[in-house]
């Protein structure tokens, strides 16, 4: 359409002012030559050929009309209306004031002129201007306006143009400000030949959500009667802003297109984007603008890179960073998030800042500062919820604390942080606090090489909380030694958030409060070497597992085990015998005295079961099983005591007391009021065995 009505009007120019030109010399005709010849009102159709013979096709009127020396002709008041073959008024032109050469059948004038189309979806206006229909050397087969061009385009016009039917066209709701493009420029060129528009100097588009700012721009305009733009290039120092986020996108070149319906600009020549504190670059810049006033997205592809504010993500909860960070770290506007990928796409709506980030392929996310630093290959941002997703073999450090994942999610308005399938972390024993369950030494100070290393199927940090579900299997480690196992269903790790001050400055203390085990739990602190020298092994089973961390110390206050306890330690001497101690219960507790991980009571309950193996050097054992329905040992003395009936089964017989108390310590049994049945064994050869004998007290 826009080729079409720019054709049509610059061939109605000459052709008016030719036909004005007839008119003049019939009525200059036996006119006196000294006098000056005047036209007023002069009225000139043209009509359609056959088959629309009668059906006008233009209408050129003038106010005056004088013809000048050399073959010249001036005209005033120039207004051009073309018609439709249907009768339709299509284009309107408009000048005060035009020169038109009959040699060389071009039209100039130093005024203004203003060219419309009858359904307003175009308008051309500017001061001065050049029409040339010959190919004269150095001179353009077309309109040259030289001075304060403005260009007003219907956004229609920026389609894939389609036939439109007449009604359609009536039947269409009147335009909006918002659907109209303007461009600005000093100098306009149209090429006829090729159908080319160049605006040149001071060049500027405007519409309601964006400004283009460029030193040169051209139009391709499609060929065919329907017209419409094919292409449009921004040239040299090119300027996008984004008028509702304040948004700049700079280049070399933009290049306008349509695909499919949408409406493209390409921006390449070391494209930039920023927005507020946000930036990014890359090979080449894509924007799209979406249907229904949804926005825009804006596509940064080859070597795309971001930064941002680190509070767009934040930081979510225990793990994210060091176990103690300063508060007076530098505020959120002065640190920054680096983000790169192969591509990145930015959803821009109407209104408000960048709303959706998506980066693709080789994905690199990195905190400088906290020394954090994220991999995937596909990562997904939402500033309206604050969620950060990171999938395809997704990995985080930070510090020392690592994180894996098929996908990982960074909740920053919910604080949250989470990893799913494939799940693994692993962080600094420091991190739980100053103690661990298997933490093998009476001293609070921990290793600074010892980490926790934990595999589920999935886990999340929330509300003070980390939660890990199926198949849980953790680990500490100390350099490449594993010292104790925790495998079960479901774990949950407590902790509490804490400011401590210092002289200068205070510091975030993450203190473990407690650590809940679910399911088929199997606990196992592997052989190490007591204070007395002896190899200690410990293993612990049960359904349930709930560690009680003693508050503002991090040290173990109490362990509950319950249903189906069953608590093993292999004790190893210099010798190499070990001796086998297994309890087994429906419930067992233990606590410990303050700042030591050494039991000071623990109370084992129902269907109490103690059974002691010992190997002798002449490999034969000695297995000892004592039974009660209670059982508390203490540990200042290292006794255990059994109540409910106890009995001790061994080799030699069997002990019945109430109560009976096993001395660890001494390795002997206390029985206050006992029953003891034993057996003797003949000297006889075969080892007959005699009759049993019973003693009580």
């Known amino acids: 359409m826009i080729l079409n009505f ?10 008016a002012l030719i036909g004005l030109a007839l008119s003049m010399i019939m009525l200059a005709h036996g006119q006196p030559s000294a006098q000056r010849l005047v036209a007023r009102d002069l009225k000139y159709p043209e009509h359609y050929d056959a088959p629309n013979k009668g059906q006008m096709r233009s209408l050129t009127t003038f106010k005056e009309a004088v013809p000048q020396s050399g ?8 207004k051009i209306e073309s018609f439709r073959t249907n009768g339709e008024p ?13 040699i060389t059948k071009s039209a100039y004038s130093p005024g203004p002129i203003q060219i419309r189309t009858a359904d307003g979806k175009m308008h051309i206006d500017g001061i001065g201007f050049i029409w040339n229909t010959a190919t004269n050397k150095g001179a353009t087969l077309g309109l040259t306006i030289s001075n304060k061009v403005h260009t007003i385009l219907n956004k229609d016009l920026m389609k894939e143009t389609n036939a439109v039917s007449t009604t359609a066209r009536t039947n269409t709701a009147a335009a909006t400000t918002n659907d109209f493009l303007h461009v600005y420029s000093d100098h306009m060129v149209f090429d006829r030949l090729i159908n080319l528009i160049t605006y040149t100097g001071n060049v500027r588009v405007e519409d309601v959500q964006l400004d283009l700012l460029c030193d040169v721009m051209t139009v391709q305009l499609k060929s065919g009667t329907n017209g419409g733009v094919d292409k449009i290039v921004a040239d040299r120092n090119v300027v996008i802003i984004n008028k509702s986020q304040g948004g700049r996108t700079t280049g070399d070149q933009a290049v306008y297109t349509t695909r499919e319906g949408r409406q493209v600009v390409e921006l390449t020549g070391n494209p930039h984007w920023q927005e507020g504190p946000r930036e990014g670059i890359a090979n080449l810049f894509v924007f799209e603008r979406l249907p229904n006033n ?29 176990s103690t960070s300063e508060t007076n770290a530098p505020a959120a506007t002065n640190h920054f998030v680096e983000m790169y990928a192969d591509s990145m796409t930015f959803l821009q709506p109407l209104k408000g800042p960048v709303q959706t980030i998506t980066a693709d392929k080789n994905v690199f996310i990195v905190d400088r500062e906290r020394k954090s630093q994220a991999t995937g290959g596909h990562a997904f941002y939402d500033s309206n919820t604050g969620l950060l997703e990171l999938t395809e073999n997704a990995l985080w450090q930070a510090g020392q604390h690592l994180f894996k994942g098929s996908l990982l999610t960074f909740n920053q308005k919910e604080n949250t942080f989470a990893a799913r399938t494939n799940a693994y972390m692993k962080i600094p024993a420091s991190a739980l606090g100053r103690s661990t369950p298997f933490q093998t030494s009476t001293n609070s100070t921990l290793v600074t090489n010892q980490f926790i290393e934990i595999l589920s199927k999935s886990y999340e940090a929330k509300d003070e909380l980390l939660t890990f579900h199926d198949h849980v299997q953790a680990a500490l480690v100390q350099g490449e030694a594993v010292l104790g196992t925790l495998e079960c269903e479901t774990l949950k790790v407590a902790y509490a958030t804490n400011q401590v001050k210092g002289t200068t400055s205070s510091k975030t203390v993450y203190d473990l409060t407690s650590i809940m085990a679910e399911k088929n739990v199997y606990a196992h602190q592997l052989p190490f070497k007591n204070p007395q020298g002896r190899s200690m092994e410990k293993e612990l089973k049960c359904d349930e597992l709930t560690i009680q961390m003693r508050p503002a110390t991090n040290l173990i206050q109490q362990i509950l085990a319950n249903q189906n306890v069953m608590s093993t330690q292999i004790d190893t001497g210099s010798n190499g015998l070990p001796v086998r101690t297994t309890l087994t219960s429906e419930v067992l507790t233990a606590d410990f005295f303050p700042y030591t991980n050494q039991v000071e009571t623990a109370v084992a309950e129902r269907k109490v079961v103690i059974t002691r193996d010992t190997k002798h050097k002449d490999l034969h054992q000695d297995v000892i099983v004592a039974y009660g329905t209670r059982g508390t040992y203490t540990g200042t003395n290292d ?51 005699s009759p049993t004998k019973t003693v009580a007290k």
């Not at 073959?71 to 120039?78: I, K, P, Q, S």
């Not at 804006?298 to 890179?305: F, M, N, R, T």
Request: hydrophobic fraction near 40%; include cysteine.
């Open 6 to 15: 720019l054709k049509k009007w610059v061939l109605l120019i000459p052709m």
């Open 71 to 78: 073959g010249l002709l001036l005209g005033t008041g120039m």
């Open 90 to 102: 299509e284009t309107i032109i408009e000048a005060p004031d035009c020169t038109f050469n009959t």
């Open 294 to 322: 949804m926005g825009n997205l804006l596509h940064a592809i080859g070597d795309a890179s971001l930064k941002m504010p680190s509070s767009a993500i934040g930081k979510s909860g225990l793990f994210l960073s060091q």
């Open 639 to 689: 006794l255990m005591t059994l109540t409910g009936s106890p009995l001790v089964v061994s080799p030699s017989g069997t002990l019945n007391s109430e109560p009976l108390i096993l001395d660890r310590r001494h390795n002997k049994v206390l029985a206050p009021n006992y029953s003891l049945k034993f057996v003797v064994k003949s000297n006889a050869p075969g080892g007959q065995t």
